[in-house]
């Protein structure tokens, strides 16, 4: 997918329907792995509570993602599709979505998906423009609306197009690039002039149709904390992260099964006996701590929080500064929603070989651009999405995804009964936005108690789980009614 | 101990000093396992910030509860003491207290406590209410004041030994029991009735005396919110229980280490092979978990809040009503904190000779009233709180701690340092209480963040654990402090 | 390759180089996790101690076998390969081999392979055969030999066919198949009859020349028992399977690694929380249970071996048989050794959407012969080696790789620092037939104690293993070489 | 007991019968524990195959060897009892067996027994002397034999003195000892000594008397071994540590439950968080290392052998020697078999107040002959088994059981369901011995593999296992007879 694909129903090209039947069968599979997913279809189908909503999605466009997206349609919505990261699109579920269940590559059925897998930034952010754009639909319709209004975001990128494309038509133009501008932020600036030129006032109008947004990672959230803080929050948010079925599920259990996948697809390096250090002990970090100990490796773990420190070292992994033992790594992992965690003077001291892989957010939790920039490194491609780096050491490190998330870029992610949890919490989010609009003012919130369990409830079943009931004499001894919730919100499980 | 012993400095009788010695080796081997104590002990022993606080305490009293009670003395307090359990006094170390470092059984130089192994119910309210006599302390100073103007805190029997006490010589007088009155609350009751006979507004001017109370306990903390709930409070109080180096150590890492270490001490049961059952997949059930299973028993959980039970199911643990599996378990723990956990049918339905044992709170766990009433059950016992329960259906069953905590009747508790962190959370608050009056009106308060940090902080050298430290910049990043705290009020860990 | 590739040096066509270059890749990668192998090279090289050696190789054509085959070359040896599985052929693996680290297409200076990926079980023969055929290695030396004098084999099936090729020579002819000559024994005799029609002593030629074989694997090696014990073993054999550097190093470790590798590929299907079925506790299930439950499913094994059977249940897995509890499971899995394990009875049994995958041997772990002829059972191909079988039951199986390996049909196999072992072992026993013959009477052979060892030893530095050593005092105390080895020979490890 | 007993039917004074009643009551729940031992009482009680057997059993008197000398009597055997470690007898239990379960302290109506926890070296060697004094019994029988015709043996200690007794009787007198002579083997040559004195062929008609001896554990085989090797065996013996339910049950997972037992009674060390040393990655340090991850510590292993350090380097375990890691050491455990592992300059270097830890086999494990002659070396009694010993360099290390085996120390040794393999081996190596007395000439042998398979068969029912049928299919497609052996002898489990 070399060029921009043109502004279509299908946004790009499926040469024959075999892309599309490939994703279908996936789709079928995954669905049988999301029962809370198909549970809502049930209960909510029939009486379509979503009829009416425009929901613009920018979540990794995966298999997973698509039975989110046909549920989401199922409940009454219309939806446009990009993905948030580059490389995370899997082809054939993107052209199952476009095509539809029903559809043809000629007549598609399906829901506008802008994404495929290897974008460049350009095309990434061009993709993102893109579901912001309803016009065809408002003709469609007679409407006069612009824009969507619910997003559902994965890492914020959606949410901060909204933002920056408001601040900048109501400053009356976009900035000029300084010597301090990442490049990735340049294209941000350069898309969205391009979308002033065209019309000053899109984004304006965009931000008034919007309920609001439900955002699914930390990075995200923790974006939509500091916007709110500093009062430039335009509309409400949920935050999904922190319910607990998906910060300690997804984040943990989903890291635990897609890391190891991520290491076998891209390497042949045997974990087991390996010394594998894990940068941040948080969820993302205990999930792949966790993993790398099931395989027998030795594992090593660094944090800044001292009570995570010392979780770590209750759980039995050493803990230690990356510094310390940085020539004993053979496996090394970040997770930690931080930036320049390893620095270019850690991969000089790496074991020749040592393998690099993020599974936290930005690909500046390695220091890629030092990385390229540095003199006498060359880059060698062993397959898509595994570099040799050379170094000047005359040792070499494999990079992993280009720093990026491997778990995404070198496996398939999430598995789907992980993403079934994190994505009925989005579900049951968009509809708290959508069906109780008053009682969520501009602000960010996470979903009421009763719900995050009711995700849990809905997979119980798939895992022959047997829920005890409390009778009603138990239940008004510790106060809480029969049916729950069970905890008080600070509780931490 | 079969008599009630005399009120006295020394509250018990010790013949010689060898009990106090032993007890002082092993408050010297505890002291290097509690680093967070000894640490407050040289931060803030010069300032004697505690210098006037009166301390009245109910918690287990054991070893580590012995290097609590001299950190208290270190930072200028004046403390009484009793256990809130009827079999957790370690003998040696109460009187390794009351003798104290320099003292001697004729000229004790420590301080009281009223507790030792073994208390029948009307001893066990008689030493909690001496904690509450401050008489002689105060003639000693020419005071005016009745009580102490603190309370340290576990399961909240002092707290509610105040509270009724302010109640009924509010009422005039201390109601009749009825037959719905348990066995333990009509002590209660004749305790109060012979308190008021004595001073009918004694408890009064303890609760008007107090700043507030410190408390330990999950099930302490829940009957303190319910307090506050119904307007009853009559003091600010701090929760403990809920620091995250408190419920997520002390349950959790505590109970991995001394549930097994009970059942050793108890039985002679291998778990290697055995199915263990754990009702409860709270932060006390996975720490039961996690140690059965690292003993290679097949652990089976039950749980009646989804969200657990999911997790239960994710970490690996079969999950089933008590019911279904009744006639394979060989092992059965609860750690719940609700009442009725196993019932008589449960019991009665169990292998020959299974073992069961409570590791919530109450001894209602297991509804032991009503095995103690089953036609044709007879009690042998094994060893002391060891005892074989012959049932009608021609099998037994093994109860330990006559179905009180275990870990304290079979074993010694938690260990050490894992009782440092949450100790080291009961002096901060003590502290917060009593320097900080101001900032606690009368409500249930957590301690703030950066102080529980703080109390992990002072637990990782001993461990060998090297903190990564957060460059300005990267703090800036996540928009954290560089010195922390680090995460969000609602980081669940 | 849908067609016969021509007998010719380069076995099949190679397009161009890029299929060799990728492979090349990953042989450097390959070599750096292989350093047993490696230090074999550097140790023989010099003095070329296979010089004059033949070996014909018979064993799956990945990735780690060339980094073995090119160690053969290395030390003198002239070779020619098959794979020893229809589906285990890493192209790009047998591309580099046939090239050469220094050849072209058109030049290649490899070694001749004859393997592919999805070979049907005519061409798997025919490659079988042709690794038997070293008349053009004959004429160019001016040689009378017909074939190899050494077997490198995996499953026996080299081996196999010289000792039926000789028993029909010897016989006049090749039987005629009957109703009970399974499929592909019938492609054995119809390869060998047309083989006694070109050249009727062939075979017999050739095992005249065979020093001996040295193979791989449990099942090959427990013909070669059969064999030996029937008095119809034609050469010595070496165990290598039964090194403990093999058997409990490639079985269970490497199957800890490739079994949830190939799952992952497979199947979209989450292993946590999920009831995982491992039938056999010996190495194979071992690693098997081991991964399993390190990504958090429940694993419930199943023995006909009591003493296994208690292992299991002391590793804390719950045993039982397959029938008992067929219902409960999601993902089974098959390490026996033996046949008709999962009959079509368990078949019909399991959940909508099971995964069935066999890590044991052949493919009649699973019966997959009675699957195929089960009226009203579809296949549906959901992509290659993984197919979904809907039932007359109206449920569905994903059985993976047919029923045959699926660690090699759907991963990659065991990795190379696992296959490091193996095969350094291999080289060490092709080195022991070949340099020290008359020390192999025709029998069957495990490795001396002391070249186990050294495998081990050649790992050591790579994990960064520090070796205690033994003070002679030490040594003289528990009776054994400061230098080892260390262990009588029936300790168990 | 600070004086040598009597020599009586009732070998040491039992004041009330309260000690042999708690005994009793133990024995009975070990029973419910040790269903192998049980099931044999059940198939041969009726038979009595022991009739004639005269037992002289040295192993450590504890619950679970009561259960097994009752065994041998309801087989028919007559029995004298010695512990063969100065600390692990439990003297409940020997108490209960003197008895016997219908004696009376007056009329014991058990077995002779001597043996009480806390023996000097003189004691012990004592008692061994007087399991060989079947005097009383010979007279009772008007028989001319002067000890037993079977040896049960545990460390090889009563079979050493049969040897070393008729060597000195051969020679004409017992050597004198020399500089280089232990302080142990100074009492071996004293009592020796004294028998000759008393009777100079004494020894000589024991040897003769004797059918064979039966082995317990790795260092008494290794001594069998080496005598046989040297052709100085004087009867057969079975080596009863090498059956695969002895040494892969009882060494692995007996220590995997009694290791943790003995550390926390000993101290209120919390395991979890700390380093945790373990010498040897044998059966023993295999179940150390499980026990000691599962409780969260974090293990480093070291070895001497390179195929076991890359087993403990598979499963997950950092391999070090001891000097590269002392200083960061909590708790440090030995279990190699071999002397001097840890000696002073190792003891000097550890943390404050670190444990040190033997469940190897003798105290020479930890040079404690050194550590006892350190100049400025002072120990300081903290409880019984429990020493502090303080070192020139100001730090303090703990020592447990002195340096002899702490888990039974310490704790209660290894568990009665692990016993239960144990013993079953023990009686049916005794069986053996008896009624197949022509199958065993002079030499050293292992259980037959159905016999070994027996003992897990007979343990089966009481952990819930369902073995697995073969059909005769399978058994013939496999080699084996549906009904076992299943496995070749050199099969590793």
Redesign the interface.
Known sequence: MSTLPATSALPFKVADLSLAT?GR??IR??E??MPGLMALREEFGPSQPLAGARIAGSLHMT??TAVLIETLVALGARVRWASCNIFSTQDEAAAAVVVGPEGTVDAPAGVPVFAWKGETLEEYWWCTDRIFDWSAEAAADGAEWTGPNLILDDGGDATLLVHHGREFEAAGGVPEATDATSAEFRVVLDTLRASLERDASRWTRVAGDLLGVTEETTTGV?RL??LHAAGELLFPAINVN?S??K???DNK?GI??SL??GL??A?????????AFVAGYGDVGKGAA??L???????IV?????????????????????E?VIG?IDILVTGT????VVRVEHLLGLK??AVVANVGHFDNEIDMAALESLPGAER?E??PQVH?WRLPSGRSV?VLSEGRLMNLGN??GH????MS?SFTNQVLAQLELYTRTDAYPTGVY?LPKHL???V??L??DA?????????P??AA???VPVE?P?????Y??
Chains 1, 2, 3, 4 share one sequence.
Not at 415 to 418: D, G, I, R
């Open positions: 490939a069968h996936q599979l995954a049988n792995e298999v997973q923790h904390y500091e922190d607990v079925t910060s300690k599920f259990y635990r099964h190891p996948d076998n697809r390497t042949d390096v045997l974990m087991g006996g390996k010394v966790e993993a100990r099931g395989q027998g490796a030795r594992v660094s944090e800044i929080d001292p009570i995570n420190a010392l979780q770590a070292a209750m759980d039995g992994f050493e803990v230690k500064r990356l310390s004993e929603g931080n930036k320049d020749h070989l060698v062993i397959k040799e494999l496996a398939t598995p789907s009964f992980v949890n996470v995050d369990e009711k849990a409830r997979h119980l895992l022959g789980v047997e829920l005890t009931e409390l009778t004499d138990q001894y510790i106060g729950g069970y905890k008080v919100d600070h931490r499980y």
